[in-house]
């Protein structure tokens, strides 16, 4: 019952709630979360699931939530009720919820195992079965025993007595209306064992009766009963599970069998240029050919800066009216969605974690892929926090099912997708930033991701994922290439470091300086920064490679070609750099410096960028 009105009111109020469990999320690191898993009967040391880290984040949250003044909680939640203190100390909340905590009888109570505890449900030779011959109550000894402990914070506080009926040559009977006197007794041996076990079951079971009497009498009650007895309490997101299923073309094991139309295989041709790596190709022809529209889940988070290979992503890949990346996907049969991940921005600690802020950088970047040439009727923009906010119920419990399938340990590897390393210092947002995600996939109902190398770990995540609920269409993985910064030794390029890649924003000299001053080793293909611009970009974009020479242009249509002649050294480093590579990336940039000079609305956004831009 108490789960219920918690899911209605987070479920009706899921704009607040939610966005307060990430900000405690964001606040504190791994390691202080897991010092609070004795709240779950867990240590820190134990195997813990990413729904463990959740769930603590979600407590801190539920008294906040509610706006409570005190905390009534048992001792082992101590510890997350702190945790909502010092919430407050930071963030400067006025109000500092009170903690009351109660007394947690010895030998912690399992519902795993029925002969622990006492339940609401016990009828009374249950009661007796598990009081008189199961229960441990040691002679003489009071620290520790559990029947004494009963009777110190149940009976007493009950009933404010406790009677022991037992015969006159034991002692007759005797009310106690204190638990010194008690204890004083049975340390002494004036009280026996099973006398103390008698007065007891009795009590518990006078305690209990209204409730037995309830559930005899009660129709509504008598049926609650009997189903919460018929319950399998195994948590899973069955509704949405149907509808991810419903969505779902069956991948065959081999393409083997498949028979392919000359125009799905004209399809499957163009989708799979896209990606470096497919993952399945067989799954991919499959759903090309049975489902008419594929959805595609495309995403970024917005950060300080652009660099051309993000737009590589999107202006070359969706804006060109020529040969793209998403324009082949959409012609391809696709409806692309991009997921502009703000709230995961956020997560992240980008931009300060202001999402305002982070809001800015996703309407500019926006505005740059409309300056590209974006079509925007093949490509749907779709905010994370918008949507996770009208839709909450249905994306939480996904976001939760995924982090209870998943260590700690499993989602720690796809720190790689922020930027960060297993054995980082991580926030307890970083934890459920990859559970995110992956649920991203199927929240809006892809088949297809289309993603950098980077990200891959996450996408096998989401397919993992598949394979453990048993659902038979696993996302199809394109997977495109990641280019390495412009300087010697930057296998990445880092916003950090202006020289180590092309802004959107660069004016037309700071492209010639970046590319003048780029690692381009002679007659080295494998690792040169400059040739992948190239491949990935210039070649995506144009089809063509044109090198101005003295003895004339040569234009170069594959990137084999080109490769061979610098190799050779036909191809001159002078001759690839400045009279090719140069003006073929101001060509590519021209109409986005033309938009922000012209077009009313954008003109102001890059000096707000510029204004509160921070690089992580």
Not at 32 to 45: A, L, N, Q, Y
Not at 366 to 386: C, D, H, R, T, Y
């Amino acid at each position: 019952m108490c789960f219920g009105f918690t899911q209605y009111f987070i479920n009706a109020r899921g704009d607040e709630y939610w966005p307060l469990v990430m900000d405690i999320a964001c606040r504190n690191s791994l390691a202080k979360i897991k010092r609070c898993m004795p709240i779950m009967g867990h240590s820190e040391t134990d195997e813990l699931s990413a729904a463990h880290v959740l769930y603590v984040c979600m407590q801190c949250a539920d008294p906040l939530f509610l706006e409570a003044d005190i905390c009534q909680l048992g001792m082992d939640q101590q510890t997350v009720n702190l945790l909502a203190r010092d919430y407050c100390d930071e963030t400067e909340r006025g109000n500092k919820p009170v903690i009351l905590s109660h007394h947690m009888l010895p030998t912690k109570m399992s519902k795993n195992d029925p002969s622990s505890a006492i339940f609401m449900d016990d009828d009374e030779g249950e009661v007796n079965r598990k009081i008189k011959k199961k229960a441990y109550c040691p002679p003489k000894i009071v620290e520790g025993n559990p029947c004494l402990e009963y009777v110190k914070y149940i009976i007493l506080p009950w009933f404010n007595e406790f009677t022991v009926e037992r015969d006159e040559k034991h002692g007759g009977n005797k009310t106690f209306d204190n638990f010194e006197n008690i204890a004083a007794d049975y340390e002494s041996d004036k009280l026996h064992p099973m006398d103390l076990k008698n007065a007891l079951s009795k009590a518990l079971n006078n305690i209990l009766q209204p409730v037995h009497d309830h559930f005899k009498t009660n129709n509504r009650a008598k049926n609650l009963l009997k189903q919460v007895r018929n319950l399998s309490f195994q948590v899973v997101a069955t509704e949405l599970y149907k509808e991810m299923e419903a969505l779902s073309v069956n991948a065959p094991s081999s393409a083997a069998g498949l028979q392919m139309s000359e125009e799905a295989e004209r399809k499957y041709n163009i989708a799979r240029s896209i990606g470096e790596e497919c993952i399945q190709e067989d799954e991919l022809k499959n759903m090309l050919a049975k489902k008419p529209t594929p959805i595609c889940y495309d995403g970024f988070e917005p950060s300080g800066r652009m660099h051309i290979a993000q737009v590589r992503f999107f202006l070359v890949l969706i804006g060109s009216m020529k040969v793209t990346n998403v324009n082949k996907l959409t012609s391809s049969g696709c409806q692309v969605k991009i997921w502009i991940a703000d709230w995961f921005a956020q997560l992240n600690n980008k931009l300060g974690g202001d999402l305002e802020k982070i809001k800015v950088i996703g309407e500019y970047f926006k505005e740059i892929w409309q300056a590209g040439g974006m079509n925007p009727e093949k490509v749907e923009f779709l905010w994370a926090s918008e949507e996770i906010s009208s839709r909450g119920n249905k994306y939480w419990p996904l976001v939760m099912d995924i982090a209870r399938r998943n260590n700690v340990r499993r989602i720690l590897r796809c720190g790689q997708i922020m930027g960060r390393s297993e054995t980082e210092v991580l926030s307890a947002a970083q934890i459920l930033y990859p559970c995110m995600q992956c649920a991203d996939i199927f929240f809006l109902g892809a088949d297809i991701c289309q993603l950098g190398m980077d990200q891959r770990k996450v996408n096998m995540l989401a397919r993992e994922y598949c394979d453990d609920i048993k659902r038979k269409n696993k996302p199809i993985i394109l997977s495109h290439h990641m280019l390495h910064g412009l300087l010697e030794g930057q296998e990445k390029m880092s916003k950090s470091n202006p020289s180590s890649a092309i802004f959107m924003e660069d004016e037309e000299d700071a492209v010639n300086e970046k590319i003048s001053q780029a690692h381009c080793p002679l007659k080295t293909v494998v690792g040169n920064p400059c040739l992948e611009y190239i491949k990935y970009l210039v070649l995506l974009r144009f089809n063509e490679f044109v090198v101005e020479q003295n003895g004339g242009n040569k234009t170069f249509t594959s990137f084999e070609d080109i490769a061979a002649e610098y190799e050779s050294g036909e191809l001159s480093e002078e001759d690839l750099k400045k009279k090719a590579l140069i003006k073929a990336l101001n060509i590519m940039l021209q109409p986005v410096r033309d938009h922000f000079k012209t077009n009313e609305r954008a003109k102001n956004l890059p000096e707000q960028v510029r204004a509160f831009r921070v690089t992580r």
